[in-house]
């Protein structure tokens, strides 16, 4: 039986719990296990980063989107075009995690044998926080990329009509002994995922996050959410933005700017687009030499010179791993609203929940 809610403002759950609960509510909603599982440790993998906005935050969405029909629960990829360092795959409107899982995978397999790879996807789905596909290239001495679109948030500069997504991608870097350096970034100043957050808490959006669908600033996240999202660097995001766009769902045939469904349009479905690629460093220097470079090249960044406040200097990636660490020995802290959703989805589906 579901534990009440607390009055605490967060609950602690245990990575394991989390990550086979959602594997059980996901294959209660006709996903293959395999999959299922895929797609649970994506999200849980995010929530242990401290990328909260991407982890179980979003199952219920995923299963809106299952139960409509719009995602389909059984993944069927397949292969349009290919050449030994590239691939264009369909995804046949399949979850995001599991297409971009296989997609990523295609991207390591061509770069061992091109030394590097581009595989672009087309009539996928959100596939959750950027980073897990990139890092899966750092086991087999490589250099990740991912790249995707978005449903729309985004305005160009000067404009006040949601065009684009914020259009996330990301970089993962081998460092040696060290952590890899990994950039998992959107174009927007925040994530539409950290204003539903502060909805479910109540709480005001800062000021230079977003403006409501008239161009004016607004602290509300309803209106928010219903607005548009800040580009970061002004004119430089909504650059970056549209390049994303053109890389993805321009490249692949796929859908692009307005065209592009969100999580909460749950009867049609998403033309999500992503591109992966893959750099096998072998085909450019000694690996270890380059493990060497990338170990000292951090430590002069970590020893250089620090502003007045500042104690540590991290590079990119760290922070998370140092989140994940903790959050390993300590559990994860949901909000109690996450909490609640997630329990009232295994009722619905006669999964049991242990948090």
């Known amino acids: 039986m579901a534990q009440e809610i607390s009055a605490d403002p967060r609950v602690t759950a245990r990575h394991d719990q989390l990550e086979a609960f959602c594997t059980r509510v996901l294959a209660e909603l006709g996903v293959p296990r ?11 993998v995010a929530n242990l980063r401290g990328v909260d906005t991407h982890g179980v935050l979003r ?59 581009y595989v672009a996807v087309k009539n996928s789905n959100h596939f959750g926080a950027a980073a897990f596909y990139p890092m899966m290239a750092l086991e087999h001495d490589m250099i990740g990329l991912a790249f995707t679109n978005a449903s729309p948030r985004l305005a160009p500069t000067g404009g006040v009509e949601r065009l684009f997504g914020n259009n996330p991608w990301s970089i993962a870097v081998p460092a040696g002994q060290r952590p ?43 209106e928010a959410l219903k607005g ?52 096998q460093l072998a ?16 430590d002069e960044i970590k020893a250089s010179p620090k502003a007045k406040g500042t104690e540590v200097i991290y590079v990119p990636g760290e922070p998370e791993h140092l989140r994940v660490r903790e959050r390993m020995a300590k559990g994860i802290p949901l909000q109690v609203k996450v909490a609640e959703e ?14």
């Open 228 to 279: 548009i999202l800040l580009a970061i660097g002004g004119y430089k995001g909504y650059g970056i933005t549209l390049m994303v766009d053109l890389l993805t769902g321009v490249l692949a045939d796929s859908h692009y700017g307005p065209r592009v469904r969100g999580l909460d349009q749950d009867a049609e479905p998403a033309g999500t687009a992503h591109s992966f690629m893959a750099i």
């Open 59 to 117: 199952l219920p969405l995923y299963a809106a989107r299952l139960k409509s029909g719009s995602m389909a629960a059984s993944v069927n990829v397949t292969t349009e075009r290919e050449t030994i360092a590239t691939a264009l795959l369909d995804g046949h409107d399949g979850i995001g995690q599991v297409i971009s899982y296989r997609a990523m995978e295609v991207a390591i397999r061509k770069a061992r044998a091109a030394g590097v790879s």
């Open 180 to 222: 890899p350096v990994v950039l998992d970034m959107a174009n927007s100043v925040v994530a539409a995922g950290k204003i539903r957050i502060l909805k479910k808490e109540g709480k005001p959006v800062p000021a230079g996050w977003a403006l409501n669908r008239d161009g004016e600033p607004t602290a509300d996240p309803d």
């Open 34 to 44: 395999g999959e299922a599982e895929i797609t649970a440790k994506s999200l849980v």
């Open 283 to 298: 085909a450019f220097t000694d690996v270890a030499a380059f493990n060497a470079r990338m170990e000292a090249y951090v």
């Open 342 to 355: 997630l329990r009232a989805l295994g009722r619905e589906l006669g999964v049991p929940v242990e948090f």
